[in-house]
């Protein structure tokens, strides 16, 4: 067993909070875009793309901040990415137009990217022998901004309106910033002068994770964006009913995460991803094909959310076991640059094959089986480089 009393568990404790304020940010977004609408005055396909800029920019911000973060340090690129999310999302809370609301959340998109994967090569750095629980607490973090933030948004915006749900983030996000600066402390030789090219710090096996990602996180980008329609409209439930069921999916991966995370310290994280990944996909087969009621809905999709909650916390705290000591930041990069590609591809995807089929129940199984399939496969073939501790 590692020796606890080597970790700085203060820091351990205080660097996840980091992760609250992305979750938060596409929550708050989300509750409020009904009145985002019809203040700016935006089509469906406007109010589509205040989401989509976020992860657009993010697919780009997120693969070079862990390079970044190997380069000139992980706190830093983790300061500056939740400073520019929280003051471009804040920000665009004042604004009065379409397209100065679109660049501005196109800022907090590149801070969106900064944070994730700096934050998890940093819990590496903290957590050396048990990466898999660091990687956890990160995935924790952000389900729990992703349950705040619509409780406080919904609250303010009542109250005070969507602009001031957006600034008060901003505040939120900056008032964090300032405990990271202050309460985290970063490991001896947090930043490393890196000699090998990019190209080269990503061996076969990151590049198999990395494309195993886009496959396992698209499951997760196309459960939450059409479950909740499917549940309504397919499966009869109202919409309190479809509240609860969803809450309990949203739970699944701070569950998930933990459980994982914390298991794949002592059996080895590709065979835990291989035994939870292809079970994932048959159970997300009998929740859609089989279940009707809110009580075995909201148990199958509880069981089949933890299935998949492997992706993204082992993998790539999988991708950090195959990287060289100097490219760690960049695995993480790598990785979570195709987890948020997922995010912009999967509900397009799901959306042409709900028009193109008709049958929405055919299509949820297909989106949740086939790349979680394709994801055990990836993962097969990448190596698990880490000695298993007994």
Do not use: C
Request: proline share 4%; glycine share 10%; hydrophobic share 50%.
């Amino acid at each position: 067993m590692p020796n606890d009393s080597k970790y700085d568990w203060s820091t351990v404790a205080i660097a996840p909070l980091a992760s609250l304020i992305p979750s938060m940010t596409v929550a708050t977004l989300g509750i409020s875009l009904p009145e985002v609408r019809n203040t700016l005055f935006l089509s469906e396909m406007q109010a589509g793309s205040l989401f989509s800029v976020i992860f657009i920019v993010a697919v780009f911000s997120s693969s070079v901040a862990g390079r970044m973060s190997d380069k000139i340090g992980r706190k830093t690129i983790l300061v500056v990415g939740i400073a520019t999310l929280s003051l471009g999302f804040g920000l665009s809370g004042l604004s009065k137009s379409y397209v100065l609301t679109l660049g501005l959340l196109g800022v907090a998109g590149l801070g969106y990217g900064f944070i994730t994967p700096s934050l998890y090569a940093l819990m590496s750095d903290l957590l050396p022998g048990r990466r898999g629980l660091g990687a956890s607490f990160v995935s924790v973090a952000y389900g729990t901004g992703g349950f705040i933030g619509p409780l406080l948004a919904s609250s303010i915006i009542e109250k005070a309106g969507w602009q001031a749900s957006f600034f008060s983030l901003g505040v939120i996000g900056l008032f964090i910033t300032a405990l990271e600066i202050i309460g985290v402390k970063s490991p001896n030789r947090q930043a490393t002068q890196v000699r090998v090219s990019y190209t080269r710090a990503l061996n076969r096996s990151i590049v198999l994770l990395a494309l195993a990602e886009f496959f396992g996180g698209s499951v997760f980008w196309s459960t939450a964006s059409w479950t909740p329609t499917l549940l309504r409209t397919v499966k009869g439930l109202t919409l309190l009913e479809t509240g609860f069921v969803m809450a309990v999916w949203g739970a699944t991966p701070m569950i998930g995460a933990l459980l994982l995370g914390a298991m794949s310290d002592r059996t080895g994280r590709r065979t835990l991803i291989l035994t939870t990944a292809f079970p994932g996909a048959l159970a997300a087969f009998v929740v859609y094909y089989f279940l009707t009621s809110p009580s075995t809905l909201a148990a199958g999709l509880m069981i089949f959310g933890i299935l998949k909650a492997s992706a993204p916390t082992l993998v790539v705290a999988l991708a950090q076991d195959s990287a060289t000591p100097e490219s760690v930041g960049t695995a993480s990069g790598m990785v979570m640059s195709m987890h948020y590609v997922a995010a912009v591809v999967a509900p397009i995807v799901a959306a042409r094959l709900i028009t193109g089929t008709g049958d929405m129940i055919f299509t949820m199984i297909l989106t949740s089986t086939v790349p979680l399939i394709l994801y055990g496969g990836l993962i097969a073939l990448a190596r698990d480089n880490r000695p298993v501790k007994l």
